[in-house]
């Protein structure tokens, strides 16, 4: 994932904040069950230009998903704008791939809504797990870039070494020491001569 990716996310979660703020939790969970919905059919169908759009004039919408706060500046935060014209959201082609990684964090926090509603004890069970896949992604975002970035040093060095003037082979010589001398008299030195 890159900063621009995190950055949409992190813009879309807090938008998404804002709404668990200023909107009634039952009401809430019915408008994000909806959007999810709405996300998944893209997902689904990316190609289709109908899913890609979602029209504030329809009934069902605007009750439950036009009717909360701040659902605007979260369609803006996943990519969509508004066409004044035909009255709807539309997700163009340059930010489809945006939205995907979106649902996810949707989905956790439809989860986190739901078990608000049950109890005060699965609602931190839920926060808990949350925060622990979100460390685990972190974690495995930062280790492939690491691995990423091995990769690129590797394919450098390649490069490099293609460029690089070959090794010329040495040719051995033969010398009066080291390995060759068997005996002091092949190095010079006479035993029995007087010292003195």
């Known amino acids: ?8 996310e992190d813009n879309f979660n807090e938008q998404i904040n804002k709404m668990l703020e200023e909107n009634h939790p039952t009401q809430l969970l019915e408008a994000f069950n909806l959007l999810y919905k709405l996300f998944d059919n893209i997902a689904k169908n990316p190609t289709e230009q109908k899913f890609r759009s979602i029209k504030t004039t329809n009934a069902k919408l605007k009750q439950s998903l036009f ?10 935060a996943a990519g969509f ?58 974690s495995q975002h930062e ?6 970035n091995l990769k690129k040093q590797f394919d450098y060095d390649k490069q490099e070494r293609k460029h690089m003037e070959k090794a010329k082979d040495s040719v051995a010589q033969q010398r009066q020491y080291g390995c060759n001398s068997k005996t ?4 010079g030195v006479d035993l029995n001569a007087k010292r003195g």
């Open 67 to 76: 009717s909360q706060q701040h659902i605007e500046e979260v369609l803006k």
């Open 184 to 187: 002091f008299k092949d190095i």
């Open 1 to 8: 994932m890159d900063s621009k990716q995190q950055n949409l």
């Open 81 to 138: 704008t508004y066409d004044a014209i035909n009255e709807c959201w539309v997700l163009p082609d340059q930010n489809l791939f945006n939205l995907l990684p979106l649902i996810g964090e949707l989905k956790m926090a439809i989860d986190l809504l739901q078990a608000n509603l049950e109890s005060p004890e699965s609602y931190e069970k839920q926060l808990e797990l949350q925060k622990r896949q979100r460390e685990l992604k972190k």
């Open 143 to 148: 280790k492939q870039e690491k691995e990423d």
